[in-house]
């Protein structure tokens, strides 16, 4: 959970690339984001900023990319029923979910469900006494995501109640400041200047409040309107 700017998809995919080392025979990863332009111009070109496409294979129908012939990342959107269908039929090792906070619990759910079908390892059956295979228990599974806000799955699921082995992170803010363009902070401060909680959530990396209902003046702000003292 990280503010803008902070790194997040690049630090995902080096920790995918770092966990294949734990399967030379081979392991599948499904990256995923919610619509197909999202995909295309965030995750997969962050991908390939890393990963060189002549390290692999690159499959642009399947979106698929093939390295060293035996570790499979697949590239999935869901904006689409037929989407959700063909990640469904997938098992594999791991996944990455790219903006956490835009995609529906039962996703994640159904993404758990698929997790650690692949690769099969071989393993004695005691009670038929031959060897049988099943899938792996060295998984990895990464969500990240700009804070969400306070009653979102995301944080009943790995804040307010964690689920087994569900942990979370809060990155610092301005923590990859070195690494952006000059000002940049700055810049999203003046933009943020009437939007106090957008600033706390995208800059600060703060949980964001919860409004029900619609504002009567969707223009007040706060820092702007209100004195700070009497």
Request: proline letters at 8%; one cysteine or more; glycine letters at 6%.
């Amino acid at each position: 959970i990280v503010p803008a700017g902070s790194g997040k998809t690049s630090h995902a995919i080096m920790k995918t690339l770092r966990h294949c080392s734990l399967h030379p025979n081979g392991a599948r990863y499904v990256f995923l984001r919610l619509t197909l332009p999202q995909l295309r111009d965030t995750t997969i070109k962050t991908f390939f900023d890393w990963v060189p496409r002549s390290m692999g294979k690159w499959n642009e129908e399947a979106k698929l990319f093939t390295l060293g012939g035996k570790y499979e990342f697949f590239f999935r959107a869901i904006e689409r029923p037929e989407d959700v269908d063909n990640v469904k039929g997938l098992e594999y090792t791991g996944y990455f979910v790219n903006e956490a906070m835009e995609i529906p619990i039962e996703i994640k759910r159904m993404l758990d469900q698929r997790c650690g079908r692949y690769p099969k390892e071989p393993y004695f059956d005691e009670d038929t006494k031959t060897w049988r295979k099943r899938g792996t228990d060295k998984t990895l599974r990464i969500l990240d995501t700009n804070p969400p806000d306070m009653e979102h799955w995301l944080v009943e699921e790995f804040i307010n109640k964690p689920l087994p082995n569900h942990r979370h992170v809060f990155n610092p803010a301005f923590e990859n400041a070195h690494n952006l363009p000059p000002g940049y902070y700055e810049r999203m401060k003046q933009d943020y200047r009437d939007s106090p909680d957008l600033y706390d959530r995208y800059v600060l990396g703060k949980l964001g409040s919860t409004y029900r209902g619609k504002a009567v003046f969707p223009e007040w702000s706060t820092a702007t309107h209100m004195a700070r003292q009497p």
